[in-house]
């Protein structure tokens, strides 16, 4: 899905206010780092239960806690209110979860799960394979926002019940009290994956058959949402469930977000211990936590899960040149790039992130300053940088949006580009007109490109961003606009591969045919960062990036002293 | 306007002193500063403005004020962008200012009066703004068809209309509107901002306190003998407020318009910090300030720097309109 780069940047004290607070710092605030909050035990001792973890974030559940719909902030909460029939274990590979186990039959056409016995969902009702079905028709429903739901679309009679021209996904099959099968149009070796994405996890009868906003959020997962539990733009508390499936889990008695928060106002909260566990500081303050040996154990790096690139529309002048394309993949300095982000951006030369794909011996792009020059030679416009002549005449508009760090990476491709003879002109715009000028086939030659992970193939990168069936001439995600019938043929082999070497040779030749057309400049790999309370255990991050905190327990020093004198020093 | 006597209480007020001081060395600054800074400001530099930490660097020779997130020099940044905050502010108080004189004198030479429009006066102004409205010519057509009708109505005893009232309640209505949000709200409305956008939307809104300053004061001086000598030897209105009402009332309209300088500074500021601004890489202070804020820990100069420009700039414009209104009208001091 889109990612942006998250930086709770909307603007919110006045400037005079802001003055005045800042120029306080320069004149002597304390900006040392206080002592992490002690853990009573040693970090080895066995998990305890009890205790409510307390978190922030500067946005929103604007898409709900729904797993039909959700989307960015509310994956999260998503995670631990639903289960899925199958989920990730520790090194990222797809294991069952509601499902008891599976099995792929009819040459990869059909996945058959066989489902736990005794589940009990928040309401009470035991889960069955009729939830499963119920719970995939209204998320694949057609008046479902279902921002994923293309995904699905490799399901028998998906075309039909997406066209509202059938009343039952065809393809989804109770074959009995617990067991569920998922047949496909043809074989998909991806499938488990888009299992453990949340848009099909089971949802209680409550949920109805169709699509509701104004329903409480209801599943199987290790947390259950009370009815006062969402405060909407303010606060979230989701409580544990007590007939979850694992006996013992979860360990802690509640979570509570906090919304809205901006990332100044998370870091001195979480330095006060009123924060259990820091996900969104700044780039300064994220360096200080790195920094500081105290603090350093308790953070956690986790792996690339979004890619970002500069993506040039193949359709429009003069980025229908490919020896141009060439140029501005040669030309950009990743490595500045990085500077922009350094505890949270890394290199990027190739289509996909580092959890994916870290080959050394695979050439992609990178930067190039005399090859980039040959290659504008070579597309017809010579640049001479001594003079500062030649090169594209007209200004190139470069869309992008003013939140997170786009900003300031574009002003440095914009730096690097003038080297070469391009001369990008920045059209800052609103984030809703970005995409939709983004995603028009003939608004926008180029603009920042961005894409995370959901779920650790590359398909999850190849399919939606640069196959020809990806192109619309609206709400495009292939905003490159890229066509190439030899890269569609190898990522539809892929799919069907279920060989993991052949699969991997498929999309390496496809990595390397990106690499060399360019419709991106692929520039850095974006990973999120997290620091816990040294009485915060069992912290271990997801694969693909939402807050995982399902085996979080918490042993706080004091918490007696704290108990009893009524939570008064937290 | 400022006469010997009035020089000599300027010259005596500190504060009046200070805050002129303060404004020429932010002119000097604005105009100079560029040309000394070692970078350019919209250079970035790998090589000397990164910290070994991957921070970017603080104040040193060859980055006094330190330098930004992407590496690029602060000082030659808050130059170039104090050189278009000036340029806004100025620019932007020069049309309300004028409006606003306008608006006023018009309004306080009609009070209590019921009069036939001005209609050459107002068909221009209905046609300027019409223009500046999006270009529209049907609108700019319409309000030259409707002054024409008017003033042949007005050959025949046409209708008269309470100028003042009409020119006031647009004054209350536009008053109405928080100023900041009116502005914030066209800023939102462009596609793009630049200079001349910028500086013509916050002049546009931001003319009503000297137009009803200016009111007051016409009000009080169209009763002086000698305006009303003009009139009885049948000067025409325009003529009277043009050449006898217009220099009474010059000393007032410099106050304002100086102190709106200030305003106007601040407005910029918050459009940018905003995103409304101008698009980077051009700098400008509330940019400067907005891109500081989350690093005020780590490198605080990126909000020390242009925080301490935006106060300066606004103290000073402040302390020189209040000097000269000491110096010209020493009575409301």
């Known amino acids: 899905m889109r990612s942006i780069l998250t930086k709770p940047d909307t603007p919110g004290p006045s400037l ?18 206080p002592f992490p909050v002690a853990s009573a035990h040693s970090e080895d001792s066995p998990p305890r239960r009890g205790g409510t973890l307390h978190l922030a974030t500067y946005g929103d559940l604007r898409s709900g806690i729904d797993p039909a719909s959700g989307t960015d902030q509310s994956l999260g909460p998503i995670h631990l209110v639903f289960a899925g029939l199958v989920d990730y274990d520790g090194s990222a590979r797809v294991v069952p979860d509601l499902a008891d186990h599976w099995a792929v039959d009819d040459g990869g056409r059909t996945y058959r799960f066989v489902l736990r016995v005794g589940v009990i969902m928040h309401d009470g009702a035991e889960l069955t394979a009729d939830d499963v079905k119920r719970s995939a028709e209204r998320a694949l429903h057609p008046s479902t926002p279902d921002p994923n739901a293309s995904y699905f679309a490799n399901i028998a009679g998906y075309e039909a019940y997406a066209a509202g021209r059938a009343d039952h996904l065809a393809g989804v099959v109770v074959e009995g009290r617990y ?34 906003d104004a329903w409480l959020a209801c599943g199987a997962g290790p947390f259950e949402l009370p009815p006062s539990g969402w405060r909407r733009g303010t606060s979230l508390r989701l409580v544990r469930h007590p007939g979850y499936f694992r006996p013992g889990e979860p360990y802690l008695d509640a979570v509570e977000w906090t919304f809205n928060m901006k990332a100044l106002a998370q870091r001195v909260r979480f330095e006060r211990g009123e924060l259990d566990l820091a996900r969104e500081l700044t780039d300064g303050d994220t360096a200080r936590f790195m920094a500081d040996a105290r603090w350093r154990p308790l953070g956690t790096v986790e792996a690339d899960t979004s890619i970002y690139g500069e993506s040039m529309n193949t359709r429009m002048a003069p980025f229908d040149n490919l020896e141009i394309r060439r140029a501005v993949a040669a030309a950009i300095d990743r490595e500045h790039l990085r500077m922009v982000q350094p505890s949270r951006m890394s290199v990027l030369t190739q289509a996909l992130p580092k959890a994916l794909w870290d080959d050394p011996s695979f050439a992609g792009q990178g930067y190039d300053y005399p090859a980039a020059l040959q290659h504008m030679k070579k597309a017809g416009y010579p640049f001479d940088p001594v003079t500062g002549t030649g090169g594209w005449t007209e200004p190139i508009e470069y869309l992008l949006f003013d939140q997170g760090l786009d900003v300031y990476t574009a002003q440095l491709v914009q730096q690097d580009l003038a080297k070469v003879g391009l001369r990008l002109r920045l059209h800052l715009v609103s984030y809703s007109a970005f995409l939709t000028l983004q995603e028009r086939a003939d608004a926008s030659a180029m603009s920042q490109g961005n894409w995370m992970l959901d779920y650790p193939d590359p ?9 020809t069936e990806a192109i619309a001439s609206e709400g495009s995600f292939n905003t490159a606009f890229y066509s ?30 990106l690499c060399d057309q360019a419709p991106w400049a692929f520039t850095f790999g974006h990973h999120n960062f997290d620091v816990r309370q040294a009485y915060v255990h069992g912290f271990a991050p997801h694969p693909v990036g939402p807050l995982d905190v399902s085996g979080v327990w918490l042993d706080r020093a004091g918490e007696a002293l704290e108990r009893a004198l009524g939570g008064g020093l937290r | 306007m400022l006469d010997a006597p009035a020089r000599t209480r300027f010259a005596r007020n500190r504060s009046a002193l200070a805050g002129a001081a303060v404004v020429a060395l932010l002119v000097a600054f604005a105009l100079v500063g560029p040309l000394l800074a070692s970078h350019g400001a919209l250079e970035s530099d790998f090589a000397r403005g990164v910290a070994p930490d991957a921070m970017p660097v603080g104040p040193s020779a060859a980055f006094p004020l330190g330098a930004d997130r992407i590496f690029r020099d602060v000082f030659a940044r808050l130059a170039v962008a104090g050189r278009l905050s000036l340029l806004v502010a100025v620019s932007a108080t020069l049309i309300a200012s004028a409006i606003g004189a306008f608006v006023g004198i018009v309004a306080g030479y009609y ?60 004054v209350d209505v536009m008053l109405a509107f928080p100023f900041l949000l009116l502005v914030m709200a066209i800023g939102a409305a462009l596609d793009r901002t630049s200079a001349v956008t910028l500086f013509v939307i916050l002049g546009a809104t931001g003319w009503m306190g000297i137009a009803r300053v200016l009111r007051a004061r016409t009000m009080q001086v169209r009763s002086l003998d000698y305006v009303a000598a003009s009139r009885a030897l049948g000067q025409p209105p325009g003529s009277v407020m043009f050449k006898h009402v217009l220099p009474n009332v010059a000393g007032p309209l410099i106050v304002s318009a100086t102190v709106l300088v200030a305003q106007m500074i601040v407005a910029d500021s918050v459009l940018s910090y905003l995103g409304l601004g101008i698009a980077p890489p051009t700098p400008t202070w509330g940019r400067m300030l907005f891109e500081g804020q989350d ?20 103290w000073g414009f402040n302390m020189l309109g209040e000097g000269l209104r000491d110096a010209i009208d020493p009575h409301e001091a």
């Open chain 1, 459 to 467: 398909s999850s990168i190849f399919d939606p961003l640069f196959t």
């Open chain 1, 179 to 212: 067991v569920v099968a998922f047949h496909l149009a043809k074989p998909d070796s991806t499938f488990p994956y888009l299992l453990a994405m949340h848009t099909l996890r089971p949802t209680c009868r409550s949920a109805g058959d169709r699509y509701s």
């Open chain 2, 295 to 314: 690093y005020y820990s780590t490198a605080p100069w990126l909000v020390a720097a242009p925080a301490t420009a935006i106060l300066l700039a606004v």
């Open chain 1, 16 to 33: 005079a206010l802001c003055a005045l607070v800042l120029l306080g710092a320069p004149l002597g605030c304390d900006t040392t780092l």
């Open chain 1, 484 to 513: 190439n019938p030899r890269f569609d043929e190898l990522a539809a082999r892929a799919h069907l591969e279920a060989d993991a070497a052949v699969r991997r040779a498929l999309y390496r030749e496809a990595n390397a045919i």
């Open chain 2, 111 to 170: 009070e209590g009066t019921r009069q036939h429009l001005p209609w050459p006066a107002a068909v221009g102004l209905v046609g300027a703004l019409g223009a500046v409205a999006s270009g529209c010519t049907r609108l700019a057509i319409g309000a030259l068809i409707a002054g024409t009708t008017a003033s042949l109505l007005r050959r025949f005893g046409g209708p008269r209309l309470d100028v003042d009232g009409l020119l006031m309640r647009t």
